[in-house]
């Protein structure tokens, strides 16, 4: 069966572990278990399947949703709601959490380029979504078309909005503020206090994601601008965005082929490159290349793979040879550690505590390119 493989950039998840910490919400605690190198975030080319972001965010808005009930309780009779945490994680954007995008924005020309590079990075750093400028009267909008249906889209789809705006003033000198704004989902809090954080109407349900700003701001020059620097910035955004391009088609692949190759026992490097039609050197060099091994995916596939099968309540033995394990005690102590439990303890446990919506053919949650 083929699958999509769907990641997000690494620094993106950074950016929002860090933007948590600074919020009271440190998950970081997590990554372990996740299969997550905290440390590998920083590389350029790491990359994060969407599964793990989307269970970090879902814990993080469990452990918020309970704080703000907590300070509710507490708080004087009248006293307005907070800002929702997908604005909060808006606000906390840095030139770090835009990596590249931040100085090829910043030293672009107009407010228009910046956009138009918004547009063409946005599905390599999120991941979930694509990105397009088009003019509608005397406004232009910016719209994401969002795929999946991970629990936390809508708190994702509200910080990027959030990020764009809070990122937009700053390079234009507080001044790019939208005509209005569109969520596809329904409203986290009051409308009033979305339209504060905005300064705009802000309208809920509709039939798209999209931030609507005069067509006339377009042309304004940025304080910024430097031709050098832009020029430069955008042959590294492009770089980034053709190898992602490229690393993404061959992991589906390998991905596909591992797969295929585990109903004989653990996937030997001949036996992946022959399912890939590749020379064995051919598949090494190609996965070093994405900043992978094959014992790496191996061990991914395995361990997503397990986690449909025990939450589906397969037979632990039948799980163990559909994983390629030659003996179940092997299977055991993988599951271990993988999940910090034995297979037949995280079964009820991680049943009883989902909370996540995500897609069968979603990349193994381990995944991540140095």
């Not at 604005?87 to 030293?107: E, I, K, N, Q």
């Not at 980034?240 to 993404?248: H, I, L, M, T």
């Not at 599951?335 to 079964?347: H, L």
Request: charged share 15%.
């Amino acid at each position: 069966m083929g699958i999509t493989v769907l990641t997000a950039a690494g620094f993106y998840l950074r950016y929002l572990l860090d933007a948590l910490a600074g919020l009271g919400l440190d998950v970081s605690a997590e990554l372990p278990a996740l299969g997550v190198d905290q440390a590998a975030l920083a590389n350029p080319s790491c990359r994060v399947s969407l599964d793990v972001v989307d269970q970090i965010l879902n814990k993080a808005a469990q452990a918020d949703a309970a704080r703000l009930a907590d300070m509710a309780a507490q708080a004087p009779s009248g006293q307005g709601p907070g800002l929702p945490l997908g604005l909060r994680l808006g606000a906390a954007v840095t030139p770090v959490a835009l990596d590249v995008l931040a100085y090829a924005s910043m030293s672009s020309g107009t407010l228009g380029d910046a956009i138009a590079l918004l547009c063409q990075f946005e599905p390599y750093r999120l991941g979930f979504a694509q990105c397009g400028l088009k003019q509608e009267g005397a406004e232009s909008v910016v719209e994401l078309q969002v795929s999946g249906a991970w629990a936390s889209l809508p708190l994702q789809v509200e910080t990027a909005f959030a990020g764009w705006v809070e990122f937009g003033r700053w390079i234009t000198g507080n001044v790019s503020h939208p005509v209005c704004i569109e969520f596809a989902h329904q409203a986290r809090a009051p409308v009033a206090v979305y339209e504060a954080f905005f300064h705009c109407p802000v309208f809920f349900e509709r039939q798209r994601h999209a931030v609507h700003v005069h067509a006339a701001l377009l042309s304004r020059p940025l304080a910024a601008s430097n031709p050098h620097v832009s020029h430069l910035m955008r042959e590294e955004l492009q770089r980034r965005v053709d190898r992602y391009a490229k690393g993404e088609q061959f992991m589906v692949r390998l991905v596909q082929a591992i797969e295929a190759c585990l109903a004989d026992g653990t996937p030997s490097l001949d036996q992946v490159a022959q399912a890939m039609s590749l020379a064995p050197r051919q598949l090494r060099a190609q996965a070093a290349e994405a900043g992978t091994t094959l014992v790496n995916e191996v061990d991914a596939v395995r361990q997503r793979l397990a986690r449909q099968y025990l939450t589906a309540s397969m037979p632990l033995a039948e799980v163990s040879q559909r994983l390629g394990y030659s003996e179940q005690s092997a299977f055991s102590r993988a599951c271990v550690r993988w999940f910090g439990v034995s297979p037949g303890k995280w079964r009820p446990d991680q049943a009883a505590s989902t909370i996540t919506c995500c897609p069968a053919d979603t990349a193994p949650p381990s995944r991540q390119r140095t």
